[in-house]
């Protein structure tokens, strides 16, 4: 049984990683800009185009579907491409290196941790590379592949309690919960529990606060955007974008 639903969710992977024809909400960044703003312990979103992403946004009502961790070009011995700078937990080929030319096309966000020294994010880092050669957890596509009818009935309060999916087995992992695991190992925040409030004496601006985190495993791409422990970096602004420098057509 185990191996029959196996063999199911490999196909199911390679089905839904093909790409379709959809427009992004947004343009790409400029691919030269991109890479000279992008830092090591950086994530970068990803709007896809491809069926399972129509499922990742639709269930989480967010324009990002996808997730890598941007980690340099230092992959400490690892068998990575030269030109690799990115790790992501793929659906077909599960946690793997990767370059940057993989989403030049396609509308990203830049999403960067605050305040980290220069050892807390190697060991970011070195958390999200030593997951290499884990497996994409196929439960989880399994689950999503339910959800692609162009407009499933389901209620908006629960569409994002849809996604506490996957395995559970170490080994397996979908993108946002190996990068969120990676944040782990330093205590890095990035979303409470839901309805957690916290210290309320504390100083909410400055003081030391309580944080009740969010289970990994409940994390989406969309989190990272929406969390408020990282800054959003825009690439064309970093790069010294100047509005006089535009020609207007009319």
């Not at 639903?5 to 490999?10: A, N, P, R």
């Not at 990115?86 to 290196?97: I, K, M, N, P, Q």
């Not at 807390?120 to 399994?142: F, M, P």
């Given at each position: 049984?185990?191996q029959?639903?196996?063999s199911i969710?490999?196909y199911l992977?390679?089905?839904?990683?093909?790409?379709?024809?959809?427009?992004?909400?947004a343009?790409?960044?400029?691919p030269?800009?991109?890479?000279?703003?992008?830092?090591?312990?950086?994530?970068?979103?990803?709007?896809?185009?491809t069926r399972?992403s129509?499922?990742?946004?639709?269930?989480?009502q967010?324009?990002?579907?996808?997730?890598a961790?941007f980690?340099?070009?230092?992959?400490?011995?690892?068998n990575?491409?030269?030109?690799?700078c990115?790790?992501?937990?793929?659906?077909?080929?599960?946690?793997?290196?990767?370059s940057?030319?993989?989403?030049?096309?396609?509308?990203?966000?830049?999403?960067?941790?605050?305040?980290l020294?220069e050892?807390?994010?190697?060991?970011?880092?070195?958390?999200?590379?030593?997951?290499?050669?884990?497996q994409?957890?196929?439960?989880n596509v399994l689950?999503?592949?339910?959800?692609?009818?162009?407009?499933?009935?389901i209620?908006?309060?629960?569409?994002?309690?849809?996604?506490?999916?996957?395995s559970?087995?170490p080994?397996?992992?979908?993108?946002?919960?190996?990068?969120?695991?990676a944040?782990?190992?330093?205590?890095?925040p990035?979303?409470a529990l839901?309805?957690?409030?916290?210290d309320?004496?504390?100083?909410?601006?400055?003081?030391?606060?309580r944080?009740?985190?969010?289970?990994?495993?409940?994390?989406?791409p969309?989190?990272f955007?929406?969390?408020?422990?990282?800054?959003i970096?825009?690439?064309?602004v970093?790069?010294?974008?100047?509005f006089?420098?535009?020609e207007?057509?009319?």
């Amino acid at each position: 049984m185990d191996q029959a639903k196996f063999s199911i969710g490999k196909y199911l992977a390679s089905y839904l990683s093909k790409e379709i024809s959809i427009n992004g909400t947004a343009p790409p960044s400029n691919p030269l800009h991109l890479q000279a703003t992008l830092r090591p312990g950086d994530v970068l979103l990803v709007e896809g185009n491809t069926r399972i992403s129509t499922a990742i946004k639709y269930l989480t009502q967010s324009t990002w579907s996808h997730a890598a961790l941007f980690v340099g070009a230092d992959f400490s011995g690892s068998n990575a491409d030269l030109d690799h700078c990115l790790v992501e937990a793929d659906t077909v080929h599960g946690v793997r290196s990767t370059s940057l030319e993989k989403f030049a096309h396609l509308h990203t966000r830049i999403c960067r941790p605050i305040g980290l020294t220069e050892e807390e994010c190697v060991r970011v880092t070195q958390a999200a590379i030593s997951q290499i050669g884990h497996q994409y957890d196929l439960r989880n596509v399994l689950d999503l592949a339910r959800f692609l009818m162009p407009t499933p009935p389901i209620p908006t309060r629960l569409r994002r309690h849809l996604l506490t999916l996957g395995s559970g087995d170490p080994t397996r992992a979908i993108c946002s919960t190996m990068i969120a695991q990676a944040f782990q190992t330093i205590h890095y925040p990035i979303i409470a529990l839901e309805g957690y409030q916290g210290d309320a004496s504390a100083d909410p601006g400055f003081g030391p606060q309580r944080f009740k985190p969010k289970h990994y495993s409940l994390l989406t791409p969309r989190d990272f955007d929406v969390s408020p422990y990282f800054s959003i970096v825009k690439p064309t602004v970093e790069s010294g974008f100047n509005f006089r420098d535009l020609e207007w057509v009319d």
